[in-house]
């Protein structure tokens, strides 16, 4: 069976508690730290190449603290497929999709399916 892409039915940016909220046309409920966002941003600059690109998104980079309090100046919408941020330091190249951000959603439930407690774990293992 083919899921329907998801699609958001409602965005909420508070750039002052530097939140995103997107409530999804499923009914499901995801709450972004703003400045966490930049860590992942899905740019070919940030990617690290245009081959890259288009791979899911890195959830254990978006959940560690970003290197800076990135702050988003402005955000537009991109044809209903995508949302763009402008960054505090002029940056604006990422176009962060709805199946990006779906993927991203830190909830509970995505956090459990994804099991990022046991790959932060991995990670801190790893880095010894
Ligand atoms: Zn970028
Ligand atoms: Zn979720």
């Known amino acids: 069976m083919e899921y329907p892409k998801p699609m ?3 965005i909420t940016v ?3 508690e530097d939140y995103m ?9 995801s709450v972004y730290p703003l ?3 930049r860590t992942v941003c899905p740019c070919a600059e940030c990617q690290g190449g245009h081959e890259n690109m288009g791979g899911p998104p890195d959830r254990l980079a978006f959940l560690r603290e970003p290197e ?14 995508a949302i763009q941020f402008f960054w505090d330091d002029g940056h604006h190249a990422g176009m962060y999709t709805w199946e ?3 993927a991203l959603c830190p909830c509970e439930e995505c956090s ?3 099991g990022d407690a046991e790959a932060l774990e991995k990670e801190k293992e790893e880095a010894g």
């Open 35 to 37: 400045s966490h966002l």
């Open 112 to 114: 459990l399916r994804y």
């Open 100 to 102: 990006y951000l779906r």
């Open 8 to 10: 958001p039915r409602n």
């Open 21 to 29: 909220e997107i409530i999804w046309m499923d009914g499901h409920r």
């Open 14 to 16: 508070n750039r002052d």
């Open 68 to 81: 800076r309090p990135w702050k988003v100046e402005h955000v537009t919408l991109v044809g209903n497929y």
